[in-house]
Nanobody, 124 residues
Framework: QVQLVESGGGLVQAGGSLRLACAASGRTFSSYAMGWFRQAPGKEREFVAT????????YYVDSVKGRFTISRDNAVDTVYLQMNSLKPEDTAVYYC?????????????????WGRGTQVTVSS
């Protein structure tokens, strides 16, 4: 089992930046592909970014390409989401998730473990 704890959320003005972190504990972090998802009020949870076990393969939803970067440091069991040029529509609770496979996925149900989320609010 893997425990995931997100941090780094907060309130930022449009155009600003935040860096989210997700610390993992439990089983070997490098065994899991990781993903970031977000959920805005009244909306379904949606895919944001994913990274494979080794960190060499990443994939993003179109709306964040060029603005967000997912990365991982297997030495410290942490995955990151660097978010630049933030927009009000990026406002949501952001969740990290772990998948017991080599490759990442864009599908919520493909992930086995979830954190509790961190709130990101972007003001206009």
């Amino acid at each position: 089992q893997v425990q995931l704890v997100e941090s780094g959320g907060g309130l930022v003005q449009a155009g600003g930046s935040l860096r989210l972190a997700c610390a993992a504990s439990g089983r070997t972090f490098s065994s899991y592909a990781m993903g970031w998802f977000r959920q805005a009020p009244g909306k379904e949870r949606e895919f944001v970014a994913t990274i494979n076990r080794s960190g060499y393969a990443t994939y993003y939803v179109d709306s964040v390409k060029g603005r967000f970067t997912i990365s991982r440091d297997n030495a410290v069991d942490t995955v990151y989401l660097q978010m630049n040029s933030l927009k009000p529509e990026d406002t949501a609770v952001y969740y990290c998730a772990a998948r017991s496979r080599s490759g990442g996925s864009t599908v919520v149900y493909d992930y086995d473990y979830w954190g509790r989320g961190t709130q990101v609010t972007v003001s206009s």
